[in-house]
């Protein structure tokens, strides 16, 4: 059964400082999952997505791809391994073009490094209106710093899909989305689950997670304190009370080490 | 059927090329605001003193010494994109050119000596990345201690004594990369040193729009966090750029003996504010991310020009830090319009 994960986390720790952001966590994703991970600010959600995707190396603990341990991991080998990350911050560069955001750090090239502007242009071009950029206003060309933020959103979701990726992450992918926008990401997200590709879905919006996840992952200082499928689970309030009794224990424990 | 829908694809070619054309203008504009800059103020220096500037020879006098300011310009736009600083590259030229001359000097292959230059240059542009990128220290102030270590090295080592070397004249390494001065009155092409400037700025361009590593130079000065997610090197691009610095010094300083026959201690010390102000005036923005190598070579012609257009004028000498001022200001002005800065 543990080979069937796409990606799996063992045992992994990451300290800044003092602070244990990650703290010994196992954690797995399975082909066509979508897992909604969650915790409350500080809980260590985004240095574990930062460690899955390879900005920040572990200080411990084993990653192992399709059933194979991957050494020196880091994002270019994150994104070789098929999983592609929508930052909470977009991960745009906002002078550059919209073809070249798409590409960046990945760009379609001869062997000498010479980058084919024509085939990247035609394939910006076809991307984005496959995910309904329809404005005649702009371009493959037009500057990011151009765009509204569900647009940014856009490119960014456009460059998971290009690369067809096996999981995709997204941090936070509905902060600071229009209604509207955040359909679309909804809508984006069941598409990508049809074709039998794995989400990592993290959110602060507790209802949004449970309705887009098959599991949920719970975080709380930099430990996996739950794992509990859907079906398990009656309703989103179900899962919000099952929070604040964390949340309620995470005060204790401070209370205890005051006393 | 067949008639009428001629005129019509025609026009619609037509649009297409026009918008195409709207398009070019606009991806390049900086470097076109740049060109019609130098362009302006060579009408006006030509308004001013017709005689001297509708003469080739004059240009030709400028096209002498242009290129070792070319030279560093192009990788300096690259260190600009990459939102770092370089100041460190007048004692690199100085440093670099002093291993070609005195190898020269010692009755060496010019072809070791250049070799030995490229060489030297490398080794510095890497220890200003250690400095900057590894050390982490500020680039403007690890680079300007460079200039003055080096420069401060350079003294040491040949206590105030120059190389000459004479010898070099008429060797096919001469031949090919520069042209003898002293024939200049019975030899009207362009020297050939601005043949190989040319050829260079020409590869930068290329290296700048075309070529990974220039685009992702980009993304590193326009978004060094968002550029590390999508996993480029960082570090190793930030490092590369400072190793083409120091090459493209090592070259200037080569080009500078060859055309000078001579390397003083202080070659190289009076390039360092023509050769910023041209990265600038070309319509590369301090802040990162954007730039252009052409205009940086179109940037140090406008400045090269401004001391011979200011004399030819009938000024005196006391006017060419005033004009110097002036237009680099005015270009700044003008490049203005291309986007305000970002930050």
């Keep these: ?259 | 059927m067949g008639l009428g829908a001629k005129p019509g694809g025609q026009q619609q070619k037509a649009r297409e090329d026009a918008s195409a054309l709207v398009k070019w203008a606009r991806n390049n504009r900086r470097a076109i605001t740049s060109t019609l800059f130098l362009i302006v103020m060579l009408i006006g220096f030509t308004l001013a003193n017709t005689d001297v500037f509708t003469q080739f020879k004059t240009y030709r006098s400028v096209m002498i010494a242009l290129p070792i300011s070319m030279f560093l310009v192009v990788p300096l736009v690259f260190v600009v994109t990459a939102g770092e600083i370089d100041l460190s590259f007048p004692s690199v030229v100085g440093l670099a050119s002093y291993a070609f001359a005195s190898i020269v000097d010692h009755g060496g292959d010019p072809l070791v000596g250049i070799a030995a230059a490229l060489t030297v240059g490398a080794a510095l542009g890497y220890l200003n990345a250690i400095l900057v990128v590894r050390i982490g220290l500020s680039a403007l102030v690890a680079t300007l201690g460079m200039n003055f270590f080096l420069r401060g090295l350079i003294n040491i080592i040949v206590e105030g004594f120059s190389i000459a070397i004479p010898e070099i004249r008429d060797t096919f390494i001469h031949n090919l990369l520069t042209d003898d001065p002293i024939k200049i009155v019975d030899h009207l092409g362009i020297p050939n040193q601005m043949l190989w400037a040319l050829a260079f700025t020409a590869l930068g361009v290329f290296l700048y729009n075309r070529h990974s590593f220039g685009v992702r130079v980009h993304c590193v000065g326009d978004n060094p966090e968002s550029a590390a997610e999508m996993g480029i090197d960082v570090k190793r691009t930030r490092t590369m750029v400072f190793i083409f610095t120091g090459v493209g010094a090592a070259l200037a300083g080569i080009f500078s003996v060859m055309i000078n026959f001579v390397w003083w201690p202080t070659t190289g010390d009076g390039l360092l504010l023509p050769v910023l102000a041209g990265i600038f005036v070309g319509g590369t923005p301090a802040w990162g991310g954007i730039g252009t190598v052409f205009g940086g070579a179109i940037g140090t012609t406008i400045v090269a020009f401004i001391e011979t257009g200011v004399i030819a004028a009938g000024l005196t000498g006391f006017f060419t830090q005033f004009f110097y001022g002036l237009i680099i200001i005015l270009s700044l002005i003008f490049q203005r319009f291309n986007g305000g800065r970002v930050r």
Excluded: C
């Design chain 1, 1 to 259: 059964m543990k080979d069937d994960y796409i990606i799996e986390l063992r045992n992994v720790s990451k300290s800044f400082g003092n602070v244990n952001a990650v703290d010994g966590i196992s954690f797995g994703v399975r082909p066509g999952e979508v897992v909604g991970l969650i915790g409350d600010n500080g809980a260590g959600k985004s240095t574990l997505i930062k460690i899955l995707s390879g900005v920040h190396p572990p200080d411990s603990g084993q990653i192992i791809v399709r059933g194979r341990e991957v050494r020196n991991w880091n994002a270019a080998r994150s994104r070789e391994a098929g999983i592609e990350t929508v930052y909470q911050d977009r991960a745009l560069a906002p002078q550059q073009t919209i073809t070249r955001n798409i590409f960046m750090g990945r760009e379609i090239k001869n062997r000498f490094g010479v980058i084919k502007v024509k085939t990247q242009y035609e394939e910006a071009n076809r991307l984005m209106r496959e995910i309904g950029f329809t404005s005649k206003v702009f371009d493959p060309d037009s500057p990011v710093a151009t765009l509204s933020g569900g647009e940014r959103q856009g490119v960014a979701i456009a460059r998971a899909l290009y690369f067809d990726a096996d999981l995709i992450v997204l941090d936070e992918p509905t902060t600071a989305l229009s209604l509207v926008e955040t359909a679309k990401v909804f809508g984006f997200v069941q598409n990508v689950r049809d074709r039998g590709r794995s989400i990592i879905f993290i959110g602060h919006n507790i209802y949004h997670v449970y309705d887009i996840a098959d599991r949920f992952v719970v975080l709380d200082r930099g430990k996996v304190v739950m794992t509990v499928a859907k079906d398990e689970i009656a309703s989103a309030e179900v899962l919000m009370k099952h929070m604040q009794e964390i949340a309620e224990m995470a005060h204790a424990d401070a209370g205890m080490l005051d006393a």
